[in-house]
């Protein structure tokens, strides 16, 4: 089951992955580059909670969910 702020993809073979996008950047601004946010093995993607407040200031970040974790 994927998180009410979660967003899916199916891969080309079937596999279901979950992603969330932030991206707290002034809307009068333009926004920097997205940074994407991959964990570790044996992670997920809430690994990053801490740091996608900081760094959604200046930049969207993508949070990925990687196959088999999560």
Known sequence: MIAPNMSSFTTGDGVKLAYRVD???????????????L??????YRRWYGWIPVIARQHPT??????GHG
């Not at 950047?25 to 994407?36: F, H, I, K, M, Y």
């Not at 964990?39 to 997920?44: E, K, L, Q, W």
């Not at 993508?62 to 196959?67: D, K, P, Q, V, Y």
């Open 39 to 44: 964990h570790a093995a044996m992670g997920r």
């Open 62 to 67: 993508i949070s990925l969910e990687l196959r």
């Open 23 to 37: 991206d707290f950047t002034d809307p009068w601004r333009e926004a920097g580059t997205p940074v994407l946010m």
